[in-house]
């Protein structure tokens, strides 16, 4: 089994910077993603880590642990369109398939 | 250009009605994937397959079947036994290759509600 934890909610300033946590504790993993998914629509995908350390992708970074179960996404000069729920996923053994779990989502509410 | 379409939009089911939601894909993936989303709840894995003709039960299958006898098709059937079907469902492809390691790529969705 697995358990995924991220906040329920977070909120930022226009402009500012916000890091976004999910923690894990599963057997076999195989990797983590993060999504964003604005409300009503269809999750796309963000960045994947299989590795430790951080991986940069514009205003996007992704960073992970594995001895700590433990993932951030960070959001640098945060903008109006960056309000989205921000989905962790990780990647476990189970029954020989390694289907991508989802965490519950973390909701991120951009103020001007 | 390619992607992944669920229909419809929108449906509504009566009590002890079986409904079917559509999901085609034309990006030549071999994965596709059922999730269900509630409010606070993330996705939740209904069903996947791998190829064609063969599936496997996600965590929440009860009340769901699917079929997968062509590539691009993945319908999911939501059965009268399914006792709280209200809610955003959501299809997925992937390559096939290493499902682990791959991204999904969802479709629009399918908001399903009881009358």
Not at chain 1, 38 to 49: D, I, R
Not at chain 1, 74 to 81: N, R, S, V
Not at chain 2, 10 to 30: A, I, M, P, W
Request: proline fraction near 4%; hydrophobic fraction near 30%; glycine fraction near 10%.
């Amino acid at each position: 089994g697995q358990n995924i934890d991220q906040p329920t909610e977070m909120t930022a300033t226009e402009g500012a910077i916000v890091q976004i946590n999910c923690t894990y504790q599963t057997s076999g993993f195989n990797g983590l993603f993060w999504y964003q998914q604005h409300a009503g629509e269809a999750p796309t995908f963000l960045s994947y880590n299989v590795l430790d350390g951080l991986e940069e992708k514009g205003r996007f970074s992704s960073f992970l642990s594995r001895s700590k179960g433990y993932s951030y996404l960070l959001l640098k000069e945060l903008q109006m369109k960056d309000s989205a729920s921000y989905l962790c996923a990780v990647s476990h053994a189970s029954g020989g398939s390694y289907i991508p779990t989802f965490g519950r989502g973390t909701s991120l509410i951009v103020h001007p | 250009d390619g992607g992944i379409t669920q229909s419809p939009k929108y449906l509504f089911r009566k009590e002890g009605q079986n409904v079917t939601l559509s999901c085609e894909q034309n990006l030549n993936h071999d994965a596709m994937y059922w999730y269900r989303q509630d409010p606070g709840q993330g996705l939740r894995l209904i069903y996947y397959s791998q190829i064609v003709n063969d599936f496997q039960k996600g965590d929440i299958a009860e009340g769901y079947s699917v079929s997968r006898e062509k590539k691009e098709s993945f319908p999911l059937t939501v059965t009268s036994a399914q006792k709280n079907p209200t809610a955003f469902y959501l299809c997925a492809s992937s390559i096939g290759e290493n499902p682990a390691r791959e991204t999904q790529y969802f479709g629009p969705g399918t908001r399903l509600l009881v009358l």
